[in-house]
């Protein structure tokens, strides 16, 4: 029997201790890493860009990962969806033009929306620049559309790669009144754009562009003695024009309603201060309509338009009758013979909700320019005054559009009897919202047995009304001296009292000076600013 050997201790592999081994048996498993390519390219779409290319740099697996995704990805967002926002920051030339040829197969690139961009490159700086900026989309040789909201970028998109399309909406984002000098767009005929936004730019002419579907211009400077002169979008389908300065000759304007005619597709049409030649729209209407001219609106605003006639309006409302859902009518349009002329029409509205009386344009309203400074900026010389609609015409309102749902009033005082508005052939049973603004002339108990009649009333808004209390009324609500009879809040409270339910909730009512809590209202009354005022 030969010697005994002697027992020796077993050495950990690699000559890491048993303490070491355990603590590494206690660290958490690197999941990420073990994931097949495949899994991590799947997990990548739901990631935004900005997220994805900080993982480059974690380990090898994940920046391979990275590089197999962006060569087979066709649709990236640089803003991860919030078009609102501005794409990532620290970007230049170089650096860019190497992120895009990552992805040869690239063919959507939304959310392209540099916070700034130089105009051109300036050897020796880096910087991001439109130049910089094309040559990296023309490295994409798939690349079919851009998402953008940079004005000089887009006019060099459409110069340099007119295949291009602009995608989504474009609306640039330093628009401002007065129009800045240096905002400045050319629109080409070859343009591939669907929906044009622009606030605060000066442009030459508005061409003929075949695929536009929505254009807005808000604040727009129109160059050119003739800016209209080539317009034809056959696939328009809304068309805004609010505030711009534009060739103050009226019959410069009749290329641009004829050329709205011809957009069979039309639905919505917004005029604010647009002086177009008054019966111009009426014998485009009688030219067009059997072709499909204006018959698919659903949407008319005249607001401001100095040259617009009550044809007008009346002959566009009885083209579209069977698809109208709103109609905004401007001041000096609000009268008793418009609706008096619909009512003999004996037209129907199946559609109809919304219609706003005495519009004027929310620009004009918070503007604190006088009226000579607007003019001097090139907007048109309007003046408005209150609507001369009396309690004949809402008559005759409540008789055409029996089906309607809400119904604001600006600035007309002539109105006196609401309840004389409503008829047995028609009782507004639809109507949900009611605003009444600066109609002082209104009086209280009538409006009291008005709002009786309305069945399905929930929201009342009163803003400037009731300027004189009614008489007989002493005492104020505000705590002032009287005599005898009840108050304007009792008056108030009866008034609404016909929106009490069986539910007897206490629902508070805001009035000036303070909140009241009142008992038995089933529905929320507001009634803004000083609705009574006692001297």
């Known amino acids: 029997m030969g010697p005994r050997r002697k027992a020796t201790k077993l050495q950990p592999v690699g000559g890491c201790s048993r303490g070491e081994l355990a603590l590494r048996h206690n660290e958490p498993k690197d999941y990420i890493n073990e994931l097949s390519h495949e899994v991590l390219c799947h997990i990548f779409r739901y990631l935004p860009m900005k997220d994805i290319m900080c993982m480059e740099c974690l380990s090898r697996k994940l920046r391979e990962a990275v590089t197999l995704y962006l ?46 961009l130089e105009r051109r490159r300036v050897r020796g700086y880096e910087a991001f620049s439109i130049p910089g900026v094309l040559e990296a989309l023309q490295s994409c040789p798939n ?36 129009i800045p000098a240096e905002n400045k767009l050319t629109i080409p005929i070859t343009a591939k754009i669907q929906t044009l936004h622009l606030v605060g730019v000066n442009v030459p002419e508005i061409p003929c562009v075949s695929m536009l579907r929505h254009l807005y211009l808000k604040w727009v400077r129109l160059t050119k003695p003739q800016p209209f002169k080539d317009f034809l ?22 290329p641009l309603v004829t050329g709205l005619a011809s957009a069979r597709n039309l639905e919505q049409l917004e005029l604010v201060r647009v002086p177009f030649l008054g019966g111009l729209i009426q014998h485009v209407v009688e030219d067009s309509w059997r072709s499909g001219g204006f018959r698919n609106l659903h949407t008319i605003v005249f607001g401001a338009c100095k040259n617009a006639l009550e044809v007008d309006l009346g002959y566009l409302i009885i083209t579209a009758a069977r698809r109208l859902h709103e109609v905004r009518i401007q001041p000096s349009l609000t009268k008793d013979g418009v609706f008096s002329a619909l009512k003999m029409a004996e037209l129907e509205f199946p559609q109809f909700e919304t219609l706003h009386l005495g519009y004027v344009d929310e620009f004009l309203l918070q503007c604190k320019m006088s009226h000579s400074e607007l003019v001097k900026y090139g907007l048109a010389d309007v003046i ?5 609609i009396t309690d004949i015409g809402m008559k005759a309102v409540n008789e055409v559009f029996t089906n309607i749902k809400y119904l604001l009033i600006y600035n007309c005082p002539h109105l006196h009897n609401p309840h004389h508005w409503i008829t047995d052939q028609s009782r507004w049973s639809r109507l949900v919202d009611l605003t009444l603004v600066r109609c002082h002339a209104i009086k209280l108990d009538s409006f009291s047995q008005f709002i009786e009649l309305l069945p399905s009333l929930e929201f009342i808004c009163l803003d400037q009304m009731f300027r004189e209390p009614p008489k007989n009324v002493p005492g104020s609500i505000w705590g002032t001296g009287a005599t005898t009879g009840t108050s304007s809040r009792s ?3 009866t008034a609404v009292s016909p929106l009490r339910g069986p539910s007897r909730r206490k629902v508070p009512v805001k009035l000036p000076g303070g ?17 009574v005022s006692v001297s």
């Open 71 to 116: 060569r087979v990805v066709k649709v990236v967002d640089l803003c991860a969806s919030r078009w609102w926002e501005y794409m990532p920051s620290g970007f230049t030339d170089s650096s860019f033009l190497l992120l895009l040829r990552k992805m040869p197969d690239l063919e959507q690139l939304y959310g392209l929306h540099p916070r700034y």
């Open 515 to 531: 909140c009241a809590t009142m008992t038995g209202a089933s529905k929320c009354v507001l009634l803004k600013k000083p609705v």
């Open 233 to 254: 979008c056959v696939s328009l389908r809304t068309f805004v024009m609010r505030n711009c300065a534009g060739p103050t000759n009226s019959l410069k304007y009749v």
């Open 384 to 388: 408005e005054n209150p609507g001369i």
């Open 491 to 493: 008056a108030l409270s």
């Open 143 to 178: 690349l079919l559309g851009v998402e953008t909201s940079h004005l000089e970028l887009v006019e060099a998109i459409w110069n340099y790669m007119p295949q291009v399309h602009i995608l989504g909406k474009f609306r640039n984002r330093n628009g401002a009144f007065p």
